[in-house]
C-alpha cells in the first residue's frame, strides 16, 4: 500500500474537523486502529478502501496518494476547459466536460461548481437541470471547506432560489454572504496594505467594479414596473437618469 496513505487519511480527517475517535465511529473500528494508518503502523483492510473513500467523496487511487500532483494539473484543466466554454455560452458541452471529470474525480468540490454552473446557464433547454445544480451546491457546502468556493455557492443559491420563486430560500442564503463593509474590495481599497502603483491600479479597478453596481441600483429607478412612484421617494426616473449620466462619464 502507498506510504502516503497515512498522511492522506490525517490529512482528510482534518479536513472534516473529525477526530481519532470519530472517524473509527463512521467506519467502524477502532481509535488505534486510526491511529495506526495514520502512522503507518498498520493499514486497514481493503474491502474497507471504498467505504473509506467514498465516505471521504474521492477515489480510491487519491486516497492510496497515487500521482496527487498530477491529479490536481488534471482537475486545474478541466476547470479551465470549462471556463473557455463558459465564455462560448457552451453549457450544454460544458455539463459533459464536467460530468467525465466527475468520474475520474469524484467529490471534488472545484469540479461540483462548474458542473452546477453548467447546468444552471441550461434553464432554457431542460429546467430540471435547475434542480439537479441546487442539490450540487447543497452538497458543495456540506463537503467543501474552501472559503471562495462556499461563498459563490451561497451567492449563486441567491439566484436559484429567486428563479424557482422560493424568495424564502434565496433570503436566508442572501444574509449568510457578507455585507460591503467586509468585503476584500473595500477593505485592501481603503486600509493601505496596497502602495504605490499596485494602490493605484486596484483603486481604478474598484471605481469600476464599484460604479458598474451603482448603476445597477439606479436603473431600478427608473423602472416603473419594478417600483411604483411612491416606493421610488425621493428618487424620480428623472432623477436615476441624470444620476447615471453622471456616473458615465466618471466611469469614463
Do not use: H
Request: aromatic share 10%; hydrophobic share 40%.
Amino acid at each position: 500500500m502507498n506510504f502516503n496513505f497515512g498522511n492522506n487519511i490525517k490529512t482528510l480527517r482534518k479536513q472534516r474537523n473529525l477526530s481519532q475517535e470519530q472517524l473509527a465511529e463512521v467506519l467502524s473500528v477502532s481509535s488505534q486502529a486510526i491511529s495506526k494508518w495514520e502512522t503507518g503502523g498498520s493499514y486497514p483492510d481493503i474491502s474497507l478502501l471504498p467505504i473509506i473513500a467514498d465516505y471521504f467523496g474521492i477515489s480510491i487511487d487519491v486516497l492510496l496518494g497515487y500521482d496527487m500532483s498530477m491529479r490536481e494539473e488534471n482537475i486545474k484543466a478541466y476547470y479551465e476547459q470549462a471556463e473557455k466554454l463558459f465564455e462560448k455560452n457552451a453549457y450544454a458541452e460544458a455539463v459533459s466536460l464536467m460530468r467525465e471529470a466527475l468520474l475520474k474525480y469524484p467529490g471534488n468540490d472545484r469540479l461540483m461548481y462548474q458542473l452546477a454552473w453548467a447546468l444552471s446557464g441550461m434553464l432554457p433547454e431542460s429546467k430540471e437541470n435547475y434542480d439537479e445544480a441546487i442539490a450540487l451546491y447543497l452538497k458543495i457546502l456540506e463537503i467543501s471547506t474552501d472559503t471562495e468556493i462556499r461563498a459563490r455557492v451561497t451567492r449563486d443559491l441567491v439566484y436559484r432560489y429567486y428563479t424557482k420563486e422560493r424568495n424564502d430560500l434565496a433570503m436566508c442564503y442572501a444574509k449568510q454572504l457578507p455585507e460591503f463593509a467586509v468585503c476584500q474590495e473595500f477593505i485592501m481599497g481603503r486600509s493601505n496594505v496596497l502602495e504605490g502603483r499596485e494602490l493605484s491600479e486596484y483603486l481604478q479597478k474598484n471605481i469600476q467594479l464599484f460604479g458598474g453596481a451603482l448603476m445597477e441600483c439606479l436603473e431600478y429607478f427608473q423602472n416603473t414596473v419594478i417600483l411604483s412612484s411612491n416606493e421610488m421617494n425621493p428618487y424620480t426616473p428623472e432623477d436615476a437618469k441624470k444620476k447615471m449620466a453622471l456616473l458615465k462619464e466618471i466611469l469614463g
